[in-house]
């Protein structure tokens, strides 16, 4: 007689696997988006009208004197109550010359990702004042051993496309180093394309200097740029930000991709009317849009008009509900109709703790922002409490909830081997089942996305392992992540000649 232990080590091993999940990514970032279309061809081309009316009749006001003469050379014109007409020409010119499609480039070219077009991309943005701790489970002011910490997180996880800095680091002592700080932070922790924000013009040149020498030399970054700026140059309702706008200049003079964000909220600084508010956002992004142009025609601009709601019982900022999901899925159908990199925010819970609520606003905003085709979605990652505070179990969650976003949006391929007719007549004559078939197997590797952190056990056997919620099994990934040994994405000798030159809080 035969020794059975192989044959039940082979089960074991091929149980194991298939519990493990598919070997490739059924569904990974930048799925096709679209299907989802709130707004008819009418409500399109009347929000858009709209739009143009309010920059060409109104006009854009408190325009700094070096963006009014730079304006005026493209076409605009100063009104006599100071405020600068842009003409329809002049907005349609811009859209014109604006990319459809460019890439935003990882210091890993592998994990370079291309924007635009259909493409759907998760990733972060934000400024948390305060993250959720890990231990008590509570609030606490956020620090730069968090966003270093939140930066390594983010690095493993497959379905955050890119990283935008999620906190502010509240224990560092002024704006300059604040900057440099978060943009060490990025660039020592990820090598995924990165996002961060400058508080004045004047840091953007030393800061650029320090990519250069993790790229390899002056000039380097400007080749090839691996961070793109977040910026709001226009304030709501529909005027320029002197500072924001210098920023402009001086990232577009060092060939930085811009994210240029319209912020508005509904029934404060823009109409309580979802139509109104949509036609003023898109005119004061189109604003932002045409002054990139009017600066440096062509360059890289994420059209990033981020529709906001506010409770209109208490004036409070709210990330959750129906009108935002609504509202961003409207905003990113209304670019990628323009045919401009739709930047859109989504997955702005107002729950503070990880809890039912969490979940719920969470899923349905970044669903709709998804199936609209916004083709990057920030605020998606980590982000709680209506964006004043960051979570490092939200992280992990986030990425899982994306990982099934995106098998929805590759929805159900359909063909003869797909629909298998043969293979159900085989199964209905044969064993009445499909358990362990090949085309099953070949299936569950290419079709299906397994979760790792939501619980598909039976009551029993949940009981038996401890009863943990998704938050608990959410820390455990966190703790198991962070505890590992980071990559070195910035050799010693480099790290040690930006210590020398910048004022590096890290230890």
């Known amino acids: 007689m035969s020794d059975p232990t192989p044959r039940r080590a082979g089960r074991k091993a091929r149980m194991a696997a298939r519990a493990a999940g598919p070997p490739a990514n059924p569904a990974p970032p930048g799925q096709a ?16 009208q709209t739009a143009l009316r309010l920059l060409s009749d109104l006009g854009m006001g408190e325009v700094p004197d ?37 890439p935003l480039h990882g210091r890993d070219p592998k994990r370079s990702i291309e924007v635009g077009g259909t493409s759907v991309h998760f990733g972060t943005g934000g400024a948390a004042v305060q993250t959720l701790d890990r231990q008590t489970r509570l609030y606490r002011a956020s620090t730069l051993a968090d966003l270093h910490d939140f930066t390594r997180l983010q690095d493993s996880l497959t379905n ?19 900057d440099v700080n978060t943009a060490y932070a990025l660039i020592r922790g990820t090598t995924k394309p ?34 793109k700026s977040h910026i709001s140059p226009v304030i709501s309702p529909m005027r320029f930000g002197a500072d924001a706008v210098e920023t402009v200049y001086a990232c ?23 139509a109104g508010f949509l036609a003023q956002s898109l005119a004061e992004t189109l604003a ?36 935002i999901a609504v509202l961003n899925a409207a905003s990113a159908q209304i670019i990628n109709w323009l045919g401009l990199v739709s930047g859109v925010a ?59 976003t995106y098998r929805i949006l590759r929805g159900v391929e359909v063909s003869d081997d797909m629909l298998d007719y043969d293979g159900i007549c085989a199964a209905v004559q044969g064993e009445g089942h499909f358990l ?57 000798q480099t790290d040690q000649a930006i210590r020398d030159r910048f004022d590096i809080r890290h230890p």
């Open 288 to 323: 932002s849009l045409v002054m990139v142009h009017a600066i440096k025609p062509g360059h890289p601009m994420v059209f990033s008009n981020w529709p906001l709601v506010i409770d209109l019982r208490t004036g409070a900022f709210a990330g959750g509900g129906g009108e």
């Open 33 to 48: 988006g679209g299907r989802y279309k709130p707004l008819s061809d009418a409500d399109l081309h009347a929000i858009y």
């Open 160 to 178: 955050v496309s890119w990283f935008t800095r999620c906190c502010i680091a509240t224990d560092l002592p002024d704006e300059w180093t604040l």
């Open 66 to 102: 070096r963006l009014r003469r730079t304006l005026e050379n493209a076409g605009a014109s100063s009104k006599t109550d100071g405020r600068v007409s842009l003409p329809r020409a002049l907005v349609e010119e811009a859209i014109d010359r604006a990319p459809e499609i460019f």
């Open 252 to 274: 577009l003079d060092h060939n930085i991709p811009v994210s240029c964000i319209t912020a508005a909220q509904a029934g404060a600084t823009a109409p309580a009317t979802l």
């Open 194 to 227: 990165v996002a961060t924000a400058f508080t004045l013009a004047e840091h953007v040149a030393p800061i650029v200097g320090m990519f250069d020498m993790v790229a390899g030399g002056d000039g380097s970054f400007a080749r090839r740029p691996f961070v």
């Open 436 to 492: 362990g078939g090949p085309a099953t197997i070949a299936a569950m590797e290419r079709d299906y996305v397994y979760p790792s952190l939501a619980d598909r056990e039976t009551p029993r056997t949940w009981e038996a392992a401890g009863a943990t919620t998704a938050w608990d099994r959410a820390s455990a990934r966190v703790e198991e992540i962070l505890a590992a040994t980071p990559p070195a994405y910035i050799d010693q």
């Open 346 to 404: 989504a997955s702005m819970t107002d729950a503070k703790a990880i809890d039912a609520q969490y979940g719920a606003e969470k899923g349905l905003t970044s669903l709709a922002a998804a199936l609209a085709g916004g083709n990057l979605v920030y605020e998606s990652s980590g982000m709680t409490a209506a964006l004043l505070g960051a979570s490092f179990e939200a992280f992990v969650l986030d990425d899982e909830m994306h990982a099934a």
